[in-house]
Structure formats: C-alpha cells, structure tokens
C-alpha cells in the first residue's frame, strides 16, 4: 500500500485554450518532403520530369508550327518543306463533318447545335438541385422537342407522343391508388397505346404542320452521332437496368431467372458482336416490312447492354441497406411497388451513383464502335470519309487529337459531376 | 395501473393457437398458445435466442409460421397479401433500431404510409403526424432528417410513424436496448404515457421497471417456448419455474 504513488489528481486551475503550433511552410520544405523525401522518390522525381519535358519540347513546335490554310495534306507539306508541324487545316475545313457527319445537310447544323445547347439547359436542374424547380418542366419536354429538332418533320409527332405519354401516366396515378400497382400499369399501358394510334392520324392527315425538313437518320454522323447514341442510351439504360435489379432481386422464379439469364447473357458477350447483331439480325425478329432504322437497332442494342451492367451496380446498393428498411416499409404496410419506389430505390439510387456514372462514362466512349458497323460517327468519319479523301489521306494525329479532347471534355464533366453529386448527399443530412 | 387496467375488455385482439415456426430444420417457435385481450399489455422476456423476437414478428408476418394460427383483429394470418397488408396497417411496430428512413425527413417519415396506405390527404396527415410528434414531443424536430436526432428522439420519432397509421396493436421488440441510459427513460415514458391511452400492448424488453409499472401480464421465453406467464407482481416475486428462477436471478442479480 506504502510503495504505490498516489494516484488521486484534482485540477484546480483550467487550461486555457492556445493557438495551434505554426507549420513550417514553404516552397523549399514542400519539394524536399514531397519529391525528393528519399533516393528511390528523387530518381523517379527526375525522370518523370525528363519525359514531361521531351513530350513537352518534341509536341510544342509541331502544333506550334502548324498549318492552317492549306486544302491538302500534299499543299501543307509543300507549306512546311519538312519541318515538324501539324496540318491544322483538316479541322478547318473539315470540322463541320466531325461534327455533324457527312451528310446532315449544312443549312440545318443550327438544329443539332441548339439541341446540343438545350440539353445543357434540360440536364442543369437535374444536375443542380438548387436552381429553380419548374425549370424541370422543360426537362421534361426537352425529349420531345430535340427529337423534332435533329430529326425534323411535323411538330405533331413528338406533341403526339408526348400527349400519349401524359395520358398514360394520368391513368396509371388514377389506378393505381385505386386498383394497385398493375393494374395501373396495364390501363397506363392501354392508354398510351390509344392516343398513340389515333394521334398516328392527325399526323398522317397534316404532315406539313409546322415541320422542319425532315433528315433521315441514316445522315446522322460525327460526334453529334456519339452525342445522341449516349444520352439517350444511358438515360433509357438506367430505368431498364432498375427493373432488372429488382427481377433478379424478385421471389418469383421466372421473372428471376429470366433477369439473371439476360444480365449474365449480356455481360458474357462482348458489344461489338451485339452491334453486329443489331447491323445484320434484329431485323429478323420483327414482323417482315418493318424497317427499324439503324440507330434505333443500335440503341436498343447499346442500351440493352449497359442496363445490364446498371442492373448490377444496382443490386450492389439494393444489398448495401440494411434489412431493416424493407422491415419498417413492411411493417408500416408498404405494398411491394410503393416500398420500391419510395424508401428503397431512393436510397440504393443514391450509393449506386459513382458506379451509375463510371457505365455511363464507359457507355459514351463505347459508342465509338458504331463504326465498325460502318455507321459514320466521330471516329467513323476519321477512319472513313476523311482519311480516304485524296487530299487528307495519309492524316491522323491532327484528326484523332480533336476526338480525344471532345471526349476528354465530355468525359470529363461527368466525372467531375459525379463527384461533386457525392459530395453534395454526404453532407447532405448530416 | 389499477385504474389503467380496468381498461382491458373481453374483446381478444390477437389470439395464437398451436403455432410453430421453423428455420429450415431449426424449431424455433415450439406450440404457440397465446390469447390477448385488447387494451392489454404484454411484456415478453426471456433469453437471447429463445425467439421472441420472432413471435411477435409473426403477428405483422414479418416472419412466416408454418403450423397453427394467427388471427389479429378478427384477421386470420395466412399466405393472402390482402389479409397481411390488412393486418399490417392495424398494427404497429418498433425495431430495435429505430428503421427510421434516412431519406426523408422526419415529418415524411410520419405522413409517408398514411397518405399512401391510407389514402389520406397530404395536409390532414401532416396535421396528424404533428399531433403524434407532439405527444412524443419533438414537434420542433419535424422538418430535420433522422441522422441529426439523438437515439432517443429517433426511437420516439418511430413511434409516432407507427401512431401515424391509427393502430389498434403496438409491437415492440426491444426499443430501448440499442439506447444510451438517459435516453432510455425518455422512450420508456411515452410508451407508459401510451399504455395509459389503452393501447393494447405486446413489448419485448428487459425494463423490468416498465414490466412492473405497465404490464397486465409478463411472459417468459425460452428455447421457442412459452415456459411461465402470470401478472408481474407474481411473476417477479413468486417465479414458478427453474428456469424463469435462473433467469431473474441473472437480471436482477446485478
Ligand atoms: N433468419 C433466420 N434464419 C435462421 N435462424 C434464425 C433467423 N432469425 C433468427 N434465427 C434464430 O432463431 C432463434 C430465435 O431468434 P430471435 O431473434 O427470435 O431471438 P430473440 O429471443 O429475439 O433473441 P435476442 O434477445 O437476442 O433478440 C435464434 O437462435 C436465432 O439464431
Ligand atoms: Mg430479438
């Protein structure tokens, strides 16, 4: 008892607080702490700035130096009389086709273009929660309204659709809190189908009412082409691929099995061989006379392709809550669809989106390869038209340098986005 | 309580007979017989594992029983969604760990089933969560998400969802084991203050306090068994089994 120290302790005085100890800055002690911290660091430190700079010295006058004014490669080599430089003026005088494609006729490039503006505006309220709401209004017509754009014709084909649209959704709110949920769908379903068919005579009778020159879809090319296969893949992909998180998650074993045989199927088969497929095969499976056209037959294909790994990234945050949600939607009465639609799917939305966006990303980049199945987009143009031209052949790093950086911008906003969307609902309740 | 429970009438909420559950080839619920009365109040007890968690979610058929019957509120429990959605918005229940839906906000976490369940207009059913927010009250929490509550809050927020759906039946399962000590009274004061309106009752926990103060009848679990039930006084000063002996002398004992 004597030879242990006395342990009891009373503070009398409290410590006052202080200001934190101030760090050492500065340029010097960042570069020593972070580049040269050890020899194997300093080594690498050096030939990483080695090679920035050689890329950095060889790539400098050969984009500096180049040309902008010729209208061939043979006149730009003539310009430069074998010193290093880019031919520039592929771009110029052929950016109109990158864009738009070959064919698209030229006094109509504003449609594409202000569609492409609008979708900007359409996607900010979605993107941004705090602009105004009922800028969603024009979310929702946007669809409709850049169909009617790039495609042209009568404005009553997309109002059309668009009516049958809203009547179905109206019918389906009636049902369902009458009925329930499927039988709200069937009338919706119905509805649609309706409107759709007798609206099919309006726009028959008055083909002229306020139209734009119709352009066939085959005449669709460049980006603009990659533009239109990814936005409207991933946002038709994103509500099939719920729907078959929630069959492959489903206690009825057909609608399991059959979700599970189309994601695994899907997943097992590399895309190009579906856009195969889409080129010469799908046309088999609809009744004879019916021409789908060609980017339909992709889309369908392209989207049926990334719902599937959608549907995956999304029964990834089905699993990821906790039982107790499903519990307490149960308890409280919740029948099956409500449950889904108003306390799961919300949440498991919400921790799928980084995987949402990285499809997405993958998607926009994967649309590229329409031009195996000699569809003219971007890279289609680059490769077809343009190189086989006679004056450009022989041309690549101008015209592949101008790809990359419209994808890397595009790209690269989304994931910027995506990250930023993260941000915003972790801190968003907490 | 002597005056609380003249409550109780004839009319039997929830009546169990011969029920028995198994996990795969585990027999969890052995023979089931229990009958309650409405405006009753159940305190269930016993070991962990003995399953009462899982007797009182067969009665909103969280959990499905294989044998016997379950009849609540006149309603026979039995694969027929129509019968199990109807019993489920008579009775309410309170997990564990509150359930609460992070998503939305406490005041739609209240109106969420009625409006939706119940087809009630929103602004009625948001008067009426207010009501039922006050009477646990955190009225002044309404427009927050749950993660910015406190346990307790949280706890007594979800009983008010269930409130929410007018039920005739409250289940709970163990509300207040997940909760730091003073929050604990603070839960177990509003479902007094509850059990006092007549609420017919089935609560799984190991208040004693509560069980003494509130309940008609306590029941003690063990191995999918009812093995003793009787009122609290005779329950916890004259315990007739072995086992319930063993039992209160673990809890009590410290
Ligand atoms: N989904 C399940 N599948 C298989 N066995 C289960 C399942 N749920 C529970 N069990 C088992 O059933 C028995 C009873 O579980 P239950 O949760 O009802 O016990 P409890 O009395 O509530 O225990 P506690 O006091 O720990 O909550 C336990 O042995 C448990 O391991
Ligand atoms: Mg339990």
Redesign the pocket.
Known sequence: MSDTPNIGFVRHEPIPPSAPPIQQAGVVKWIRENLFSNWINSILTILSIYFVAKIILASTPWMWNGVWTTSSLRECREVLQGTSGACWSVLVERWNQMLFGFKYPVEAYWRPTLTFGLLLVCIAPILFQKLPRNMLMFSAIYPFLAFWLIWGGTLLTPVVVALSLIAGYLAFVKMERLTGFATGLLTGVVAVALVLYLGSFVTAALPEFIALEPVASRDMGGFMLNLILGTVCVSLSIPLGVVLALGRQSNMPIIKGICVVFIEFIRGVPLITLLFVANVVLSYFFPPGTNLDLILRVIIMITLFSAAYIAEVIRGGLAALPRGQYEAADSLGLDYPQAMRLIILPQALKISIPGIVNVAVGLFKDTTLVSVISMFDLVGMIRGPISSSTAWTGIYWELYLLAILLFFVVCYGISQYSQWLERQLRTDHH | MSEAQMKVSDEIAISIENMNKW??T?H??RDINLDVQRGERIVIC??????????I?CINAL?EHQQGSITVDGTLLSSDVKNIDKVRSEVGMCF?HFNLFPHLTILENCTLAPIWVRKIPKKEAEETAMHFLEKVKIPEQADKYPGQLSGGQQQRVAIARSLCMKPRIMLF??PT?ALDPEMIKEVLDTMIELAEDGMTMLC?T?EMGFARQVANRVIF?DA?QIVEQNEPEEFFNNPQSDRTKLFLSQILGH
Request: charged content about 20%.
């Open positions: 996990y795969g585990f969890v619920l016993g070991p962990s594992g003995s399953g009462k968690s899982t007797l979610r959990e564990q399962d163990e084991s799984v190991h679990m999918g």
